[in-house]
């Protein structure tokens, strides 16, 4: 008699089958056992017909599958399919009475192998299902967190990363400029955010500030424990960024802690930065004061508080510390607005003091012509201009052509440009 080349798995060796899965997939036997019949259910609908109801019973000490038809007990039968009546109905249950629900059994072994692939594949589609979920659920809990993963791809300029149960993506956007990686490369990012629509993606930053602080407490053991504490975090990736910190014990100096000896704690940072340059910045609840150090390294003469209700702070520089406190394409001014919460206003002492002598009677109408009624200047323009306190025509006509440059989106020949046609409109030649 011939061997059969290999034997059918019995239902014990089924059981064991689907209590291995369980394991593999981290998911609960109890609900395996509900997906398998929720999948020989679909089957049967589809190979016995979609208009009648199934049930499935799985006995977990034999294996034994059982597939039923339930129909409902009806004096007069319309559906077939669905109803059956009540002297029918006796034969397999002498207790039963209208409206009750009898199961049929059905012959599974008559369902074929396309029934059984066909369950195969709605198990294996809700096990999928859930393995989505539960990641998503564990990746939704750790927003914030910082990651060390493997480059696995590229796709069209984006970076797949490796998080071991499902893949992440950093965006070209969240990628800081100029930095590049080749597969197998390991990268620190900041997981943040968890998408389900569609395939799920788990989206990562190297650009949001909360990567900063992460390597801040990575490196500061003084900001890990809570002693020093970043009170704010602005950033350009990849260009400059301003850490306001202060210290909980007196004497524990926070700039110290974060800058550490020799350089050898922000150095790191500014490694895994790409060189990124970071300003450390002293906190201060005096508003003045805060603004004062956000500046650095500029040097200031004042301070003052403009505006309290639109919270607009005015600063006075001298002449060559004005391009330092505004910063390449206004730059360090703007940071700093963005760490201490305010507007600031930068304006060199000799343009202040012109401004006072004109509030007491001594300057002309035409100095008071504020930059708006220049004519040819864009709306983005004039508020890159005023961002960097050139808010008067008489500003613009007494700045350099390097000054005027200075500030994002204008070039040396626009700047000669705006400060010949600035000053015909004082002399009052303007079109």
């Known amino acids: 008699m011939p061997r059969r080349s290999s034997a059918q798995p019995s239902p014990k060796d089924f059981i064991s089958a689907m209590h291995q899965l369980a394991h593999d997939k981290n998911i609960e036997y109890e609900l395996i056992i509900e997906m398998l019949k929720e999948a020989m259910k679909s089957a049967a609908k589809k190979y016995f017909g979609d208009k009648k109801e199934f049930d499935v019973e799985i006995n977990d000490e034999t294996g034994e599958i059982r597939i039923f038809s339930l129909k409902e007990v009806v004096e007069n039968v319309t559906d077939p399919d669905t109803q059956i009546s009540l002297e029918e109905a006796k034969e397999y249950d002498e207790e039963v009475e209208i409206g009750d629900t009898v199961k049929l059994e059905k012959d599974k072994d008559s369902m074929g192998r396309i029934a059984a692939n066909a369950a195969k594949q709605v198990i294996m589609s809700k096990i999928k299902d859930f393995e989505r979920f539960h990641i998503y659920n564990e990746f939704k809990e750790r927003i914030g967190e910082v990651v060390n993963v493997p480059v696995r791809r590229f796709e069209r300029g984006n970076v797949v990363v490796d998080l071991g149960k499902t893949e992440g993506v950093i965006r070209r956007d969240q990628l800081i400029p100029g930095e590049r990686f080749s597969v197998g490369d390991r990268v620190r ?84 930065l790409k060189g990124e340059k970071v300003d450390i910045i002293k906190y201060e609840d005096d508003i003045e004061r805060f603004a004062e150090n956000a500046l650095s390294p500029a040097k200031l003469l004042r301070v003052s508080i403009a505006d ?100 994002d989106g204008i070039g040396k020949k626009s700047a000669e440009q705006l400060i010949e046609q600035a000053k015909k409109a004082l002399l009052g030649e303007d079109d």
């Open 189 to 272: 990012a900041v997981i943040v955010d968890v998408s389900r629509a569609g395939d799920l993606q788990v989206q990562l930053s190297r650009t949001d500030p909360r990567l900063l602080i992460k390597l801040f407490e990575m490196e500061v053991p003084e900001v890990y424990e809570g002693t020093v504490i970043i009170k704010n975090i602005v950033r350009e990736p990849g260009e400059r960024s301003k850490v306001a910190v202060y210290s909980t014990e007196s004497d524990i100096d926070p700039i110290g802690a974060c800058v550490g000896v020799g350089g050898s704690r922000i150095k790191a940072i500014l490694r895994e």
């Open 308 to 407: 309290r209700e639109t919270k607009r702070l005015e600063v006075i520089v001298s002449d060559d510390q004005y391009s330092l406190a505004i910063g390449t394409h206004g730059q360090n001014v703007r940071l700093a607005s963005k760490l201490v919460g305010w507007t600031i206003d930068v304006k060199r002492e000799a343009d202040k003091k012109e401004e006072i002598k004109r509030q007491m009677g001594g300057g002309s109408d035409e100095d008071e012509k504020n930059l708006s009624e220049l004519k040819g200047i864009g709306k983005k323009k004039l508020e890159k201009l005023e961002e960097a306190g050139f808010v008067k025509i008489k500003d613009i006509a007494e700045a350099s052509v390097d000054e005027l440059s200075a500030v």
